[in-house]
């Protein structure tokens, strides 16, 4: 099921080209603020591009094995590690083919997702499972016309993570300082095979963060998809 996406994506790849679509990914720990800055960038491109843009995010709900991967975050279900990355694997062909894809179809469409392959690098590698085994299991996946990544400390991290929820933290929201070392392992290899990546600094406030984040879009993007100054933020 997974190798019959290549020639899917392969055919929406040809098709991205001639609208001019743009796929956008927001990438960091937990806690880095990613789901905010993912919403404040949306709202900012649909002041000119209205609902051409598209804010999604992964794991996907809606998709393939998404109900299975969530229970299994919040620790309400047990998978084996492999079998919870063969789900992430599952749930992203699903939701590039359903949502992603046909989005892109769009003349001047810009998805803009919250986390991506880059995250199945960092929080699904294990003793018996290398990074490099994960990359394998995803490499038919698009790549992103440009992944963000934002960087921030892991004491950051967790005190927003502590305002954010007084409740258990998720399967993957501790040890923060090991998935940090895993982000630069994996932004190396994705690099390596030509990924456009930009890493900014998000300890900072919403409004600093994001402004760095339309930065990053300008260095990144297209010209029909540049920030007319007016949005830009002071």
């Known amino acids: 099921m997974l190798y019959r996406l290549l020639a899917l994506t392969e055919i929406g790849w040809r098709q991205r080209v001639a609208n001019n679509s743009f796929f956008v990914v927001i990438e ?4 880095a603020g990613k789901t905010s800055i ?4 949306c709202n900012i491109l649909r002041q ?4 051409n843009v598209l804010l999604t995010e ?17 620790r309400e279900r047990e998978l084996r590690p492999v079998e919870l990355a063969q789900a992430f694997a599952l749930n992203r062909s699903s939701h590039l083919k359903s949502v992603i894809e046909c989005h892109l179809q769009k003349k001047q469409a810009v998805v803009i ?3 991506y392959l880059l995250s199945s690098l960092v929080y699904q590698t294990r003793d018996d499972i290398t990074m490099e085994d994960i990359y394998q299991l ?3 996946a698009r790549s992103p016309d440009l992944t963000i990544v934002l960087n921030v400390s892991a004491h950051i991290a967790y005190q927003r993570m502590d ?8 399967l993957f929201e501790n040890d923060l300082p090991t998935r940090l070392k895993k982000y630069c392992a994996g932004i190396e290899m994705l690099r390596e095979e030509g990924q456009r990546i930009i890493e900014i600094c998000g300890d900072g406030e919403l409004s600093d963060v994001i402004h760095d984040v339309l930065g990053a879009l300008e260095e990144g993007a297209p010209p029909w998809l540049r920030i007319q100054p ?5």
């Open 230 to 234: 007016p949005l830009l933020l002071a």
């Open 38 to 41: 993912a919403r404040e960038l």
């Open 138 to 140: 995803n490499r038919w």
């Open 163 to 170: 305002e954010r929820s007084k409740s258990a933290r998720e």
């Open 28 to 31: 960091g720990i937990d806690g």
């Open 58 to 74: 992964e794991p996907h709900n809606e998709s393939l094995m998404g109900a299975e991967i969530r229970s299994a975050l919040r």
């Open 113 to 115: 997702c919250d986390r």
């Open 48 to 51: 000119t591009l209205g609902e």
